[in-house]
Antibody
Framework: EVQLVESGGGLVQPGRSLRLSCAAS????????MHWVRQAPGKGLEWVSG????????GYADSVKGRFTISRDNAKNSLYLQMNSLRAEDTALYYC????????????WGHGTLVTVSS | EIVMTQSPATLSVSPGERATLSCRAS??????LAWYQQKPGQAPRLLIY???NRATGIPARFSGSGSGTEFTLSISSLQSEDFAVYYC??????????FGGGTKVELK
């Protein structure tokens, strides 16, 4: 069974940094692209970033480009999101999601970790 | 960036009725379109991929159609557990994905 467990969320002041982690199990992690998707309170889903199986191909939403960095450690079956220069509008539940293959639909999701940016 | 527009924003339906949800892409995404269901307090769940293919374990009352820029999710006979928010998502241009704004299916 695929399991994705996010961690690292919390309350952070504007302008500060936070690093999210996603621990994956139940599948061959290095074979799949992975993504971060967020959902602001009461709002819809917003794709944040995606990374292919070997970390060579990466994409970001315009709203986070230049501030967020996605990475992965295939040896540790882990996905990361380094978030710098955080803003109030980054407040959201951040989901880790598994790609069906490489740049495809998202077939498994974690339960999310909440990031709150506030002074 | 490909913009996905869903309509209506809210759909009021009675149990047993048919629900039809629409999703439009700002440019062609071929059949690279997925639908997700999200219930309150839960993560999204994949329903449909490749515009028309049901994901594992999804009941046959859910069906997807369309290609290019116009897509539809149909629920043939709404059950109580189907009241939720539904999102479409395109994946035509790796590494960029985009979601629609969602359609809330509520009890009439």
């Amino acid at each position: 069974e695929v399991q994705l467990v996010e961690s690292g969320g919390g309350l952070v002041q504007p302008g500060r940094s936070l690093r999210l982690s996603c621990a994956a199990s139940g599948f061959t992690f290095h074979n799949y692209a992975m993504h971060w998707v967020r959902q602001a309170p009461g709002k819809g889903l917003e794709w944040v970033s995606g990374i292919n199986w070997n970390g060579v191909s990466i994409g970001y939403a315009d709203s986070v480009k230049g501030r967020f960095t996605i990475s992965r450690d295939n040896a540790k079956n882990s996905l990361y999101l380094q978030m710098n220069s955080l803003r109030a509008e980054d407040t959201a539940l951040y989901y880790c999601a598994k790609d069906w293959a490489q740049g495809n639909h998202l077939d498994s999701w974690g339960h999310g970790t909440l990031v709150t940016v506030s002074s | 960036e490909i913009v996905m527009t869903q309509s209506p924003a809210t759909l009021s339906v009675s149990p047993g009725e048919r629900a039809t949800l629409s999703c439009r892409a700002s440019q062609s995404v071929s059949s690279n379109l997925a639908w997700y269901q999200q219930k309150p307090g839960q993560a999204p769940r994949l329903l449909i991929y490749g515009a028309t293919n049901r994901a594992t374990g999804i009941p046959a009352r859910f069906s997807g159609s369309g290609s290019g820029t116009e897509f539809t999710l149909s629920i043939s006979s709404l059950q109580s557990e189907d009241f939720a928010v539904y999102y479409c998502q395109q994946y035509n241009k790796w590494p960029s994905l985009t979601f629609g704004g969602g359609t809330k299916v509520e009890l009439k």
